[in-house]
């Protein structure tokens, strides 16, 4: 469920465990046959065979030739069956099918909420329950549930759409969950507090003799623009934007509008993006125009992709705390196991300014 194989692994080795644990098996027991996995797991034929092969590695498991593989010695405690320290078993509810996650515009969210979330559980000993669904495929929650099948202990949904169509259904099974990055302040839900990193970005470019600003920014009606935050940003620190711009998926229309002869006519000094790809474009449109990256124009992304730090001047960027959230997430839920309820109140994981020298003076 990680970016990394090793992640991915680790994961999927709880949840075998937790099986095991709950099936009762003892030493020398026959564990379920490699079909059984791939299913009750939905991953690969070859994703269960690392994972077991990873099992016998630590000798909690031996494969005998023609017989299958059996449980060689007893579970640790965290595995055990009975008493307080049997294991929990999160779901994690993933609003996109997964062939096409790396398709989507944004993978760095989903991969980074989900390596979030790996950490997390790895921390306290929960597994984990991966479901890759598209909720727009199903017409009711009972279509929906059918797809998913049982909930466990409890759940994390990356995506409001999910909660939405399945919280009054989790509230009456009383199984506590938790909703990242919704799109308002609502119960149950962990969202990021961004205006506080775009004020450091804006007093950052402020200091450096900025004083005419424009935003690149996503359609100004979708949660995802940033244009409120920024906004807020920009009269707090008496440094109000000079340009908006607006643009789907592509910003090449809007930058041949700044690069056209906004540049000159608005006097823009400094560039906000709202993601760093965008960003990256910009600066290559830029150095094309002869328009120099920081002297000319301050420019500043967000995100903090890997390859920020990498491009030439280095990016200065928003760091978006896609982690910070999916562990927040799980703390939350580990919080309601503890404590047995099923709500909380709304709470943020703060992003933060990257300083780079694509911002400098």
């Known amino acids: 469920m990680s970016v990394t194989l090793t992640s991915k692994h680790e994961q999927l080795r709880d949840l075998i465990l937790a099986e095991i644990a709950r099936l009762e098996l003892g030493p020398g027991d026959r564990i379920p046959s490699r079909p059984f996995w791939r299913e009750h797991l939905e991953v690969s034929n070859d994703t269960v065979d690392r994972a077991l092969r990873g099992l016998i590695a630590e000798g909690i498991l031996i494969a005998r030739t023609g017989s299958g593989t059996f449980l060689k010695r007893a579970l640790p405690p965290a595995q055990a069956t009975g008493g307080a320290a049997q294991t929990r078993v999160l779901d994690v509810l993933v609003p996109r099918e997964r062939e096409t996650l790396q398709e989507s515009h944004s993978p760095h969210v989903w991969w980074g909420r989900l390596e979030g979330i790996a950490q997390a559980c790895r921390e306290r000993g929960i597994a984990t329950a991966l479901h890759f669904i598209n909720p727009y495929r199903f017409t009711t929650p009972e279509e929906l549930l059918a797809a998913i099948g049982p909930f466990h202990d409890g759940a ?67 949660p995802s623009s940033h244009l409120a935050f920024v906004e807020a940003a920009a009269a707090a620190e008496g440094l109000p934007l000079a340009r908006v711009y607006w643009c789907g998926q592509n910003p090449a229309a809007a930058l041949d509008r700044l ?103």
Request: with cysteine; aromatic share 8%.
């Open 259 to 361: 690069l056209g002869g906004d540049l000159k006519a608005f006097g823009i000094d400094a560039l906000l993006c709202r993601t760093d790809r965008w960003a990256f474009e910009a600066l290559r449109r830029l150095r094309e125009a002869g328009v120099r990256v920081p002297e000319d124009v301050a420019l500043v992304g967000c995100d903090d992709l890997p390859e920020a730090a990498q491009t030439v001047p280095a990016l200065a960027t928003i760091r978006m705390p896609f982690e910070a959230g999916g562990a927040a997430a799980v703390a939350a839920v580990a919080r309601l196991w503890a404590e047995k309820k099923l709500a909380f109140e709304y709470r943020n994981v703060a992003a933060e300014f990257m300083p780079r020298a694509s911002a400098l003076g």
């Open 156 to 222: 994390v949904f990356l995506h409001e759409d999910l909660a939405l169509r399945l919280e009054a259904e989790m509230l009456r099974r009383k199984v506590p969950y938790a909703v990242v990055s919704p799109y308002r302040a609502r119960a149950n839900g962990i969202g990021m507090d961004v205006t506080p990193a775009y004020r450091a970005a804006l007093r950052h470019l402020r200091a450096q003799g900025r004083t005419r600003v424009a935003f690149l920014s996503a359609d100004p009606s979708a």
